[in-house]
């Protein structure tokens, strides 16, 4: 069984900032890629930030300059820290990590419960 717990979440005036973590946990083989995702009110769900075991980090265009990625590979964790927020950063935010568990066969994506962040203007 593999957990992945989000925190960080919140409401934040525009220009603000905030910081999301997230934990994986459990029968967790190996991690490739960990990254955070976000979904709008009545959008898709798209890709804010990802970060592959030696690999290029990416960033979706609208994020560039004002978050940042980063992992802590010892404690499986991925962090994201967003600054000079905007009300269409509004969004729950996921998540996500691409890894083997132990007994799960090959690489697969995990998802956290999401979190809530609101920009107010």
């Known amino acids: 069984q593999v957990q992945l717990v989000e925190s960080g979440g919140g409401l934040v005036q525009a220009g603000g900032s905030l910081n999301l973590s997230c934990a994986a946990s459990?029968?967790?083989?190996?991690?490739?890629?960990m990254g955070w995702y976000r979904q709008a009110p009545g959008k898709q769900r798209e890709l804010v930030a990802n970060?592959?075991?030696?690999?290029?980090?990416k960033y979706v265009d609208s994020v560039k300059g004002r978050f940042t990625i980063s992992r802590d590979n010892a404690k499986n964790s991925v962090y994201l820290q967003m600054n000079s927020l905007k009300p269409e950063d509004t969004a729950v935010y996921y998540c996500?990590?691409?890894?083997?568990?132990?007994?799960?066969?090959?690489?697969?994506?995990?998802w956290g419960q999401g979190t809530q962040v609101t920009v107010s203007s």
């Open positions: 970060m592959p075991n030696g690999g290029t980090t």
């Open positions: 459990g029968s967790i083989l190996s991690i490739n890629a």
């Open positions: 996500n990590a691409n890894l083997i568990a132990y007994g799960g066969g090959w690489w697969k994506d995990y």
